[in-house]
């Protein structure tokens, strides 16, 4: 018991230094084991955000993958499509051509400078005394785009030989403007950029727009600046109202329910 006491006396102790030391590597081992605590959490929030930008890209892929597909083979389509397997644009593009000759075959054979045509009854009509060419002019920017040049030079002499606006008629000055005037300037337009079907120095479409154009000035004259509903061509005198539509008597109002 004696030489254990001596003993333990005589064990050296610690000095200062080495118990810093040592919580030091405790401390060092405490932290080192929260890092470990923390970064598994860490990884998995990021792969979670990683995995919902991966899906949002795939899903916005394939979104582009089918509109590409539908503007490829749609004529909607943002961009020049192509022909495809799926769609025959060439045979498209010669029924509708095929359906408008038919249609103006008939109209030649049973209404030609007529104002109007009834291809069920084979017949046609005027909507003045000499007739305005209405289904032709319409009919003039078609058949250059579709260069159908044979029917386009007959509509063309009938314009420069038969056509006149100097007739004692009352027309729709919208619907005159719109038609008449517009369907001849693209036809202008149309030749001067189309030199198979028309020469560029052709100017009965332009003069025929311009004769027009005087014969319709009178409906923007008002004192309102707002253009007259009505126009007569070959008095060249706006109306508020067509003559037919100011003779009407007022509708009758409708009778009381109350007695």
Same mark, same amino acid.
């Given at each position: 018991?004696?030489?254990? #006491?001596?003993?333990?006396?005589?064990?050296?102790?610690?000095?200062?230094?080495?118990?810093?030391?040592?919580?030091?590597?405790?401390?060092?081992?405490?932290?080192?084991?929260?890092?470990?605590?923390?970064?598994?959490?860490?990884?998995?929030?990021?792969?979670?955000?990683?995995? #919902?930008?991966?899906?949002?890209?795939?899903? $916005?892929?394939?979104? +582009?993958?089918?509109? !590409?597909?539908?503007?490829?083979?749609?004529?909607?389509?943002?961009?020049?499509?192509?022909?495809?397997?799926?769609?025959?644009?060439?045979?498209?593009?010669?029924?509708? #051509?095929?359906?408008?000759?038919?249609?103006?075959?008939?109209?030649?054979?049973?209404?030609?400078?007529? %104002?109007?045509?009834?291809?069920?009854?084979?017949?046609?009509?005027?909507?003045?005394?000499?007739?305005?060419?209405? +289904? $032709?002019? %319409?009919?003039?920017?078609?058949?250059?785009?579709?260069?159908?040049?044979?029917?386009?030079?007959?509509?063309? #002499?009938?314009?420069?030989?038969?056509?006149?606006?100097?007739?004692?008629? %009352?027309?729709?000055?919208?619907?005159?403007?719109?038609?008449?005037? @517009?369907?001849?300037?693209?036809?202008?337009?149309?030749?001067?950029?189309?030199? %198979?079907?028309? !020469?560029?120095?052709?100017?009965?479409?332009?003069?025929?727009?311009?004769?027009?154009?005087?014969?319709?000035?009178?409906?923007?004259? !008002?004192?309102?600046?707002?253009?007259?509903?009505?126009?007569?061509? @070959?008095?060249?005198?706006?109306?508020?109202?067509?003559?037919?539509?100011?003779?009407?008597?007022?509708?009758?109002?409708?009778?009381?329910?109350?007695?």
């Amino acid at each position: 018991m004696a030489q254990t #006491k001596e003993a333990r006396l005589r064990k050296p102790s610690r000095s200062p230094g080495i118990r810093k030391e040592t919580s030091g590597r405790a401390k060092e081992a405490a932290a080192a084991s929260k890092i470990g605590r923390i970064r598994p959490a860490a990884s998995a929030s990021r792969w979670r955000r990683v995995r #919902k930008a991966l899906s949002l890209l795939g899903f $916005i892929a394939t979104l +582009v993958f089918y509109i !590409s597909r539908w503007a490829r083979d749609n004529a909607l389509g943002f961009s020049h499509y192509k022909p495809s397997a799926l769609v025959d644009w060439d045979y498209r593009r010669e029924a509708v #051509k095929q359906a408008f000759v038919t249609s103006w075959e008939g109209y030649v054979k049973d209404a030609w400078g007529k %104002d109007v045509y009834r291809p069920r009854s084979h017949t046609g009509g005027y909507m003045s005394p000499k007739g305005l060419g209405w +289904v $032709i002019i %319409d009919s003039l920017d078609t058949m250059m785009l579709m260069n159908l040049t044979e029917p386009l030079a007959a509509a063309r #002499k009938w314009l420069q030989c038969d056509l006149t606006w100097d007739q004692d008629q %009352d027309v729709n000055t919208f619907e005159t403007t719109i038609r008449m005037m @517009g369907g001849l300037l693209s036809a202008h337009y149309l030749s001067t950029k189309l030199p %198979d079907v028309a !020469s560029k120095r052709d100017s009965v479409y332009l003069a025929k727009a311009v004769d027009l154009a005087d014969h319709l000035l009178a409906g923007f004259e !008002s004192r309102s600046g707002i253009p007259y509903a009505s126009v007569n061509l @070959g008095k060249r005198k706006g109306y508020r109202l067509m003559p037919t539509e100011a003779r009407r008597p007022p509708p009758k109002p409708p009778p009381s329910s109350l007695r």
